[in-house]
Structures are given as C-alpha cells and as structure tokens.
C-alpha cells in the first residue's frame, strides 16, 4: 500500500460506510458461527491488520494480536488500541510461535505477489481445527486507480479463490460474493469515471460521502448479514467473503 494511503484510512475508517459494514459482517459472523465452536476464550490473529479498523471490536471477541508488514501501519493502530501488535510480512514465511484459534485476512491477500504463501501462513498460525475468515476484492474489470494506490496484485472471481483456498488443506464453511445489493450502481460510478476521467488519482471512494448518504450505504451493505448469516450466497457481488476451516 502506498504511504499516503495509510493517513487517509485512518482518518476515513471510522466513518466509511464501506468500513464499517465490512466490520459489521465479519464480527457478527465471529459471533455466530465461530464462537459457539470453543467453549473458552479465544486467541484471534488479525493478520495485516492495517492501520487497526477490526481491532477493538476483536478485542472484545476475544485475545487479540494484530500483525502487519507495516510499521507506520502499526503506529497508526498504536494510537487506538492497546493490544499486541507484531511487525512481519506476510507475503513471506511468518515465524511467530504462538497459534491462534481465528485468523483475519481482510483485504490481504490481493497485496501478496505469491498469495500460495499466504495460505500457508494463515494454516500455520492456526490451531487444529481453528477457522479464517477472508475478504478479498472482486472482478478484475472493476480495477481502478483505487487497486494501483492500494499495491493490488489482483482482483478476484469465486473460483479462483476457491482454488486457492482448496490447494490448501482447509474445508471451506462458506464462500460468496458480497456487496451485491450496490454492484450495479459502484460499477456504472467507475465506468462514468473512466469516461469522464474524473479521480484520476482514487481518491473519491475513501472519503466519507454526506451523512444521509453514508448512512444509507451502510444500512443497504450491512444488511446483507442477514443472508450471509443463513449462508445464502449471492451471484457476485463487489467482495469475497470466506470462512474456512483447519481440519487438523
């Protein structure tokens, strides 16, 4: 990710409508799909954990360890959240000692060139029978200046992740698209963009829109929950969603 990225997610990430229906989503299905599963606290690793979004509502999910390549990344959650934080890349062999029930990658394995590797780290972290969620962006014809800035290597469709995930040793639990319901409309916003060459520099979708707005984006992309959590998948969507499970 470039540098100035990290400045401007900090200061967006609490207020974003995307954000904070992305976290939304994945600690309500920690809620109730994973947690039901260990009848003690757990050990959770929220690997590139960036400048911090999900860590103070993982910490109260459980134990809680955020891990990033990046330490002006790692400054920015310092200011937030009190926790263990460890520097690593994770783009190459992981050496931590400890072992964790749950393992976040949200929005991770796009910045990885090998992302074989990545896998194998996130099974290494985990404890036998321990789980992952992972959240990745879709469709490569949805790329944009926002990919460039954010060091994308790749985009995603369903069965390329679900080819990488079963190259692994992993059982996938669930696997779908989501941010379904505003595909259309964030697909016809890029497509106006590149016409008219506006936000040539990607800019635009990390600012917080007006409040009526923002909160109608969240409203709309958060309920998607409610489907997700009755493991209803939808036909595509602007995102990946996975749980998966270490068998062993």
């Not at 599963?37 to 509502?57: E, M, Q, T």
């Amino acid at each position: 990710m470039q540098d100035f990225m990290y400045k401007t997610m900090f200061e967006y990430e609490n207020t974003h409508w995307w954000f904070q229906a992305k976290k939304h989503i994945i600690t309500s299905l920690i809620k109730d799909k994973v947690l039901q599963k260990f009848d003690r606290p757990i050990n959770i690793a929220d690997i590139g954990c960036g400048v911090g979004l999900l860590l103070n509502s993982l910490s109260q999910l459980g134990n809680v360890t955020g891990i990033d390549y990046s330490n002006q990344a790692l400054d920015f959650c310092r200011e937030n959240f009190n926790g263990e934080l460890i520097q690593a890349d994770c783009g190459t062999s992981i050496n931590i000692n400890k072992k964790y029930d749950l393992v976040i990658a949200s929005d991770l394995i796009e910045h990885i060139k090998d992302e074989t590797i990545i896998i194998e780290n996130i099974y290494n972290l985990l404890n036998p029978n321990g789980y992952a969620i992972i959240t990745v962006p879709a469709f490569q014809f949805l790329w944009s200046q926002h990919d460039v800035n954010n060091m994308h290597y790749r985009r995603y469709e369903l069965n390329q992740l679900k080819g990488l995930i079963k190259s692994s040793k992993f059982k996938i639990e669930y696997l779908s698209y989501y941010n379904f319901f505003l595909f259309i409309p964030a697909f016809i916003v890029r497509i106006i963009k590149k016409v008219l060459k506006i936000d040539k520099k990607g800019e635009l979708e990390l600012k917080t829109p007006p409040s009526i707005i923002n909160k109608l984006m969240y409203k709309i992309f958060s309920s998607e929950y409610t489907y997700i959590s009755k493991k209803k998948r939808f036909p595509f969507g602007l995102s990946l969603i996975a749980v998966i499970k270490r068998n062993n």
